[in-house]
């Protein structure tokens, strides 16, 4: 039976493990959410669970957000419950569950993901919180099937890959426990991932993740999760790229415009995708294990880049691709410098030649040639109009006539070639 009631609002506080940074901006968007509140009423639920199973930031007063010590954490709902407050509500209807930590923050994740979009720095940091829950906090040192000893996780795999030994995952471990939130969202109660507890190796934690989050374990599900714990690893500036233009601090604003980056733009296109993010996470690997320090540091180099990469007219895939090439021109680059001068020297020069060439090409791309009988507003017409200007330059042609035809004699051997025409 779900447990239905109306709480004051002072009895309330944002709970530890909720998924968004901010829960209230005060912006339009909240306001009219506020408006619509007053006039309308509060149409959901707010998702509370009492303090008392608060395990994270349980110490009294440590991360609570009112004065007086709440009765009642809020799991889902925070941004509602500020707009009611605003309407000058001083009762909340709210729905009380049993929820530990860990089912806290799925609720949190899911019940949030399904209205506002988040953005990709707060479904990370919430992957990562979960993750830190599930995950083994050592590695493994027996087999589970026939207790042989084992150095760590890899050495497990290998063992059930040359044995008949069950590797360990979660379709081995049964359904999950049922969630106990009380939520809409109980699909996850039928899956084959792990019981929701810690899991004996990190892969079974990734799968139980990214069955949760994604509603699948294959191989590119559990990368697009790795991809988010890679990002939940960033610097905070560095995850601030990823945040919504309102959510950043004046400070966060104030050091992107510092190196040339739009604060009103934000990379990713959230909805779990990490495609944008996972560039800037290898590019800050690679300066990270490749670049001495007192060369340049890999927030700064990272910062720089997209600073002087990223133009307006860019689309997000554009924008990935040219992080991609540059990341392996520098790599490539940096094998000649030997001392951190020459490092510092190698990744600048690399940095204003690619630049420059942006620069030039975006300039010059004329948006009514050579695509004028389509949309040549279009993110795709402007992109294949850049795309075409490069094509000149590099095979030094004038004329857009010229270019197409070697363009289609070049297209008609590759088919002929794959097909085997004579």
């Known amino acids: 039976m779900i447990d239905r009631r109306e709480l004051p609002v002072e009895a309330l506080a944002v709970d530890t493990v909720q998924s968004r940074e901010q829960a209230w901006l005060g912006d339009a968007s909240d306001q009219r959410l506020a408006a619509s509140i007053a006039t309308d009423g509060l149409l959901q639920d707010i998702i509370v669970r009492p303090v008392d199973q608060v395990e994270l930031g349980e110490e009294k007063g440590g991360n609570w957000t009112r004065d007086s010590d709440p009765e009642y954490a809020i799991v889902a709902g925070s941004r509602r419950y500020y707009a009611a407050m605003e309407a000058g509500y001083e009762t909340v209807p709210c729905k009380v569950v049993r929820a530990d930590d860990l089912d806290a923050a799925w609720t949190s994740l899911i019940e949030n993901t399904d209205r506002r979009e988040l953005s990709e720095q707060e479904i990370a940091n919430q992957l990562q919180l979960i993750y830190e829950l599930v995950r083994p906090l050592d590695d493994p040192d027996t087999c589970p099937d026939c207790g042989t000893p084992v150095a760590g996780e890899d050495e497990l795999l290998n063992h059930c890959e040359q044995t008949d030994c069950k590797p360990p995952g979660g379709s081995q471990q049964g359904p999950p426990a049922p969630s106990t939130t009380g939520?809409?969202?109980?699909?996850?109660?039928?899956?084959s991932v792990g019981p929701a507890s810690r899991f004996s190796t990190e892969h079974q934690a990734l799968e139980y993740l990214a069955y949760r989050f994604l509603g699948r374990t294959d191989g590119s599900a559990i990368s697009i999760v790795e991809?988010?714990?890679?990002?939940?690893?960033?610097?905070?500036?560095?995850?601030?790229?990823?945040?919504?233009?309102?959510?950043?601090?004046?400070?966060?604003?104030?050091?992107?415009?510092?190196y040339g980056i739009d604060a009103h733009a934000r990379l990713g296109s959230g909805e779990g995708k990490s495609g944008t993010?996972?560039?800037i996470v290898k590019l800050h690997e690679t300066v990270e294990s490749e670049v001495e320090s007192d060369a340049v540091t890999p927030t700064d180099a990272v910062l720089e880049t997209?600073?002087?990469?990223?133009?307006?007219?860019?689309?997000?895939?554009?924008?990935?691709?040219?992080?991609?090439?540059?990341?392996?021109?520098?790599?490539a680059e940096l094998e000649r410098a030997e001392s951190a001068a020459e490092q510092r020297a190698v990744f600048q020069e690399t940095l204003h030649k690619r630049a420059d060439d942006l620069a030039e090409t975006y300039e010059e791309v004329q948006p009514e040639r050579p695509f004028k009988k389509v949309d040549v507003l279009g993110p795709d017409t402007q992109q294949h109009s850049r795309w075409h200007v490069q094509a000149m330059r590099q095979r030094d042609i004038s004329g857009h006539g010229e270019l197409v035809r070697e363009l289609y004699q070049e297209r008609?051997?590759?088919?002929?070639e794959e097909q085997g025409w004579d």
Do not use: C, Y
């Not at 939520?183 to 899956?191: C, K, R």
């Not at 997209?306 to 790599?331: A, C, K, N, P, Y």
């Open 183 to 191: 939520t809409d969202n109980d699909a996850s109660a039928d899956a």
């Open 227 to 258: 991809g988010h714990l890679r990002t939940a690893e960033l610097p905070p500036i560095l995850q601030s790229l990823f945040k919504t233009p309102d959510d950043r601090s004046e400070q966060e604003r104030r050091a992107l415009r510092n």
């Open 277 to 279: 993010s996972r560039e």
């Open 306 to 331: 997209v600073g002087s990469l990223r133009f307006e007219e860019m689309s997000e895939q554009e924008l990935r691709r040219t992080l991609r090439e540059f990341r392996h021109d520098v790599t």
């Open 412 to 416: 008609l051997e590759t088919l002929a």
